[in-house]
């Protein structure tokens, strides 16, 4: 059987500092998103078990379908996160992608506010995301609660902001948004614009 595997970073861990430090980088790869892989492989493990026995209790495998979805959301949501960072990160996109954010979200500065506020304000832990969504092909902001409630079905992340209180909170303390301002210095918009030219087909 398939299994998932932790991706390599794409730079040094120190190498979005000062913004977020190495320390931080660091335990959150190594150790947050590894156990979300190891999460979702051992789940797959224990599902294919019960499938095996033909031991579908509801009770069960509820849990283990729910238990799936987070770890599985979570390996998902930092492989993004960690490809649409960037060192030499920041500024704003161009081309289709800018038009886009024009269309469907007011422009560049409305867009920002929005998801900047979208993720700042996430309840507990999650993410704020910018999406695709391919009903309405349109993009739109979700606040995703943990790894994966409340998102729309059938959307495409394409840039997605970590809320979790561990991908800040030993540099930036109980100050989410002072940690959501520094994100935009680092976005790789050359990463979010090929996500969403391959899920517009643009």
């Keep these: 059987m398939s299994t998932y595997a932790l991706p390599d970073m794409p730079y040094d861990y120190a190498a979005l500092e000062p913004a977020i430090t190495g320390e931080i980088l660091e335990l959150h790869h190594a150790k947050h998103h590894a156990a979300y892989v190891k999460g979702a492989n051992d789940t797959l493990e224990q599902i294919a078990e019960a499938r095996d026995k033909e031991q579908f209790a509801p009770a069960q495998l509820v849990g283990l379908e729910k238990t799936f979805a987070f770890n599985l959301s979570g390996h998902v949501l930092h492989s993004i996160f960690w490809q649409n960072l960037s060192p ?60 994966h409630g409340n998102v729309g079905q059938g959307s495409t992340p394409l840039l997605v902001f970590d809320a979790w209180e561990h991908a800040y909170y030993l540099q930036y303390r109980n100050v989410r948004p002072d940690y959501v301002v520094k994100l935009w210095d680092l976005v790789n918009w050359a990463d979010v614009t090929a996500r969403y030219t391959a899920a517009a087909g643009v």
């Design 88 to 147: 030499d990160g920041g500024d704003r996109p161009g081309g289709p992608l800018a038009d886009a954010i024009d269309e469907h979200l007011g422009g560049f500065e409305a867009f920002k506010r929005q998801l900047t506020v979208a993720t700042a304000a996430v309840q507990g832990s999650g993410w704020g995301v910018l999406a695709w969504e391919p009903l309405g092909r349109r993009l739109i902001v979700e606040q995703v609660y943990d790894h």
